[in-house]
């Protein structure tokens, strides 16, 4: 009996050391762990400011450190090409519109010479009618010897005369709507030379537009590399760009997790600064708490990291005329992980 209570104590001693070691097992993995890792604010958006179309630089309306709105015009291109093509296109606008106006009035006048031949050919008919009750009437009296022949034979060559005018006038029928057909499809040709006026004419609009280059969208001007007088084209791609505009009004705040940390780091985790100016009162956009925005969910193949972004609101104060954060400014970020 001794040899079967012996495996039941054994047992009964296991688990008693063992749970107490999963509780404090479970404890440590569940608590919430810090992990410090470096910071650099990157502005939400950032474009470079090229020509799209070939000229000299008449007028820069802003320089670095400007605040800008949306549709502001920055720089002004001088290209007198292009505001000729512009006057060409609306010259020629205007002369496919008289040419449909002029075929419009062919079509009018085909058709009264239609309604003309119509007309004729009703009168021909009963004029027609007339001639044959005339000539079968003179046959009877040539029958009975009342009327000579040659009488006869006059109102047959009447009956001929006017069946070959209604010949001609179905003729002339034919040719009226073969008129009318004609100028309803030149119409048709004109009024679709207005359409390709039109957007030829947009098109050229829309070219001489690009001569005014525009800000995308609200931010401060942060480089210029534009004077006027200067000749730019769109050839120049690699070529350093007019302007940078940012916009930092909501700053990207980017760590860089090492891989072995990279799988603790998830969405919404806690993130405070250190290092910056009054952290305690940094938000994010929405005035809420700092947390993991972004995540890229891959490893860089050059430094074996992971780029968390977060997101803050940066406020500009009137004062100075400056913004809280700067772009490219760095410091130290705590993680909060779960």
């Not at 020629?92 to 058709?111: D, H, P, Y």
């Not at 003309?116 to 021909?124: G, H």
């Not at 995308?216 to 050839?235: A, C, H, K």
């Not at 909501?250 to 603790?264: H, I, Q, S």
Request: proline share 4%.
């Amino acid at each position: 009996m001794s040899s079967n209570i012996r495996p039941s104590c054994v047992t009964l001693v296991a688990l008693l050391w063992l749970c107490p070691l999963a509780a404090i097992v479970c404890a440590q993995d569940t608590k919430p762990k810090s992990i410090q890792l470096p910071i650099t604010l990157e502005s939400d958006l950032r474009t470079e400011l090229r020509a799209r179309v070939e000229g000299y630089v008449a007028t820069v309306h802003g320089d670095i450190g400007d605040r800008v709105t949306r549709d502001q015009v920055l720089v002004t291109l001088d290209a007198p090409e292009l505001q000729a093509t512009v006057l060409r296109r609306q010259q020629m606008l205007l002369q496919a519109e008289a040419n449909f106006s002029v075929s419009q009035g062919r079509i009018e006048t085909a058709k009264a010479k239609l309604s003309q031949a119509q007309s004729a050919r009703v009168e021909q008919q009963a004029l027609l009618k007339l001639k044959i009750s005339i000539r079968d009437r003179y046959a009877t009296l040539v029958d009975g010897g009342a009327v000579q022949r040659e009488i006869l034979d006059e109102a047959v060559f009447a009956v001929s005369a006017v069946s070959a005018a209604m010949a001609k006038t179905e003729a002339d029928i034919a040719a009226a709507q073969a008129d009318v057909g004609a100028a309803v499809n030149e119409a048709a040709f004109a009024k679709s030379g207005i359409e390709v006026a039109k957007a030829e004419l947009s098109h050229a609009v829309s070219q001489d537009q690009l001569r005014q280059i525009k800000a995308p969208f609200d931010g401060i001007i942060t480089e210029r590399s534009v004077d006027p007088g200067q000749l730019v084209s769109p050839g120049n791609v690699n070529g350093k760009p007019l302007l940078v505009i940012e916009h930092v009004d909501v700053m990207r705040g980017v760590l860089t997790v090492p891989a072995d940390e990279a799988a603790m780091v998830q969405l919404g985790d806690p993130v405070t600064l250190i290092g910056f100016p009054a952290a305690d009162k940094i938000t994010a956009p929405d005035g809420g708490t700092l947390k993991v925005s972004r995540l890229s969910q891959t490893l860089d193949m050059k430094t074996r990291t992971m780029r968390v972004e977060i997101d803050l609101k940066n406020v500009y104060s009137a004062e100075n005329g400056r913004y809280q954060f700067l772009s490219g400014q760095y410091g130290k970020a705590n993680v909060t992980t779960r």
